[in-house]
């Protein structure tokens, strides 16, 4: 069964103060692995699609990166406005998507 | 509205009343799909649909119904809605073919469910 597990479930940092998400995955055949972003009261917002281990993809403060058990999200100089919940997941039957549970991350001045 | 909407935002209804929630995308994406959201759980896939008159069930669907007969339409059915149904729902769609590197799905602004 595919599984996705996140870690930390919430996290708090100051501004400035640059760590890591994790994602650990189990799926037979990787078809794709997801970062999103979650605003409260609002639908995810895609980030990021990984496919090979080794692969990296930036954006602004975030980058993602893939091995083969699991991906980090790492947030550089975050700033209170990258506050928000960040979702992992896996591509499964389709096109469909496994989410897990998400880290919620707030980011003090 | 370009994009993906979803209606009503907000719903309040009873148990064992039936409700629907509408998902409308102006895309023509061919894939759709419903998730629900529930602290602790997060997002579970409900169904999906790959193309009109195609659908599949996901990881929890028992007591949903869903239909595409057109495209840009998925609806969701609660055909006797239980507590145990309150939840936030987002609908989201993707195609393989607009960007196939990526795979994005984009969600909709979700629909808060509230079954008394």
């Known amino acids: 069964e595919d599984q996705v597990t996140q870690s930390p479930e919430a996290l708090r940092l100051q501004e400035g103060e640059s760590s890591s998400l994790n994602c650990s995955y189990t799926?037979?055949?990787?078809?794709?692995l997801f970062w999103y972003r979650q605003d409260p009261g609002k639908g995810p917002e895609f980030l990021f699609t990984l496919y090979s281990a080794g692969e990296e993809k930036e954006k602004e403060r975030l980058k993602a990166t893939l091995t083969k058990k699991e991906s980090f999200l790492h947030i550089t100089a975050p700033k209170p406005e990258d506050s928000a919940t960040y979702l992992c997941?896996?591509?499964?039957?389709?096109?469909?998507?496994?989410f897990g549970k998400g880290t919620s991350l707030l980011v003090t001045p | 509205d370009a994009g993906i909407t979803q209606s009503p935002r907000y719903k309040i209804t009873e148990t064992g009343r039936q409700v629907t929630l509408m998902c409308h995308q102006t895309w023509s994406h061919s894939y759709m799909f419903w998730y629900r959201q529930d602290l602790g759980h997060g997002l579970r896939l409900i169904y999906y649909?790959?193309?009109?008159?195609?659908?599949d069930k996901g990881e929890v669907p028992d007591g949903y119904v869903v239909s595409r007969s057109k495209t840009e339409n998925f609806p969701l059915t609660l055909e006797s809605a239980t507590r145990s149904q309150t939840s936030v729902y987002f609908c989201?769609?993707?195609?393989?073919?607009?960007?196939?590197?990526?795979?994005?799905?984009?969600f909709g602004p979700g629909t808060r469910l509230t079954v008394l």
């Open positions: 997941a896996v591509r499964i039957s389709g096109y469909a998507l496994n």
């Open positions: 649909s790959a193309a009109a008159d195609i659908t």
């Open positions: 799926v037979s055949g990787l078809r794709g």
């Open positions: 989201a769609s993707t195609s393989p073919l607009t960007s196939p590197e990526i795979n994005e799905q984009f």
